[in-house]
């Protein structure tokens, strides 16, 4: 039997409604959960990029990002492994003022994690971390004991190491139409 492994699905697409919808359908169908999902403007005009990430064979993630392509507003989907990615999420935690300027060690819990302090309140401080999705949740169990107020992280985020040819692709199109 092959075993499951970590995918980046990239997907680029129009930005119409329902595609949302559409793309999440397949994976229920097909009762794939998914680890992480994020999507944003991509390198080229008018074109938005999903990242999601699933645990699956490499068999189900060909068949995943084939029967994606089929939708009519996706332009091109792709997959990589953890190790042909550069990936980064982020995390914001908000925990109660005090606790910054009573406890000296939530202080060096901070620095030693590389967080940034991104806003202070007489109530509350934010704090961010970006990082491997290990390092947000260390900092999250670090924080923990302090009463964190609130915490949220995004999906991942990444780039492929080579190159995807989305540009040239889109080009060609262009050409032909």
Request: no cysteine; glycine share 2%.
């Amino acid at each position: 039997m092959t075993e499951n492994n970590r995918y980046t699905i990239s997907i680029y697409s129009e930005n119409n409604i329902g595609l949302l919808n559409r793309v999440s359908a397949i994976f229920l169908k097909r009762h794939i959960n998914i680890d992480s999902f994020s999507t944003s403007q991509s390198e080229i005009q008018d074109v938005f990029r999903f990242v999601i990430v699933v645990e699956v064979t490499e068999d189900k993630v060909k068949k995943l990002v084939q029967q994606i392509e089929k939708q009519i507003d996706v332009i091109k989907a792709y997959y990589h492994t953890d190790e042909e990615t550069i990936y980064q999420e982020s995390a914001l935690y908000k925990v109660k003022s005090s606790y910054l300027f009573e406890e000296r060690q939530i202080q060096n819990i901070i620095k030693d994690s590389h967080a940034n302090i991104v806003t202070v309140s007489p109530e509350f401080f934010v704090i961010e971390k970006t990082g491997f999705r290990s390092e947000t949740e260390k900092l999250r169990k670090e924080l923990a004991p302090f009463g964190l107020l609130q915490f949220v992280r995004s999906g991942r985020i990444s780039v492929t190491k080579s190159k995807m040819g989305i540009s040239e692709l889109l080009e060609t199109f262009k050409k032909n139409n």
